[in-house]
């Protein structure tokens, strides 16, 4: 599976952006993808995930609320959604995919960066 993210900016407090992830190169009908995120100097966490097949959804307490992951299966295409950004919110945004019975993310797009100035 091949990921290309996109749709990062520069955006002030209390915004709104969305991001994009276009995969290519597989069905994902047994997958599930994510968005993970990564500030300066601080490890990658977990944003958000949608299972392609079913839509089901899960999101971090950090975004919950503010964010909504979604996907368009006509343009194998999985967005994210965010509003009311936040400083904290600026980061290196990943879009990541793995076969529901995997235990890890084997496949990741490109970051897509994400500044949110106070």
């Known amino acids: 599976v091949q990921l290309q993210a996109s749709g990062g900016g520069l955006v002030q407090a209390g915004g709104s952006l969305r991001l994009s992830c276009a995969a290519s190169g597989r069905t994902l009908s047994s997958y599930i993808i994510g968005w993970f995120r990564q500030a300066p100097g601080k490890e990658r966490e977990f944003v958000a995930t949608?299972?392609?097949?079913?839509?089901?959804?899960y999101y971090a307490d950090s975004v919950k609320g503010r964010s909504t992951i979604s996907r368009d299966k006509a343009k194998n295409t999985i967005y994210l959604q965010m509003n009311s950004l936040k400083p904290e919110d600026t980061a290196a945004y990943y879009c990541?995919?793995?076969?529901?019975?995997?235990?890890?993310?084997?496949?990741w797009g490109q970051g897509t960066l994400v500044t949110v100035s106070s």
């Open positions: 949608i299972r392609w097949s079913g839509g089901s959804t």
């Open positions: 990541a995919a793995k076969v529901l019975y995997e235990s890890s993310y084997n496949y």
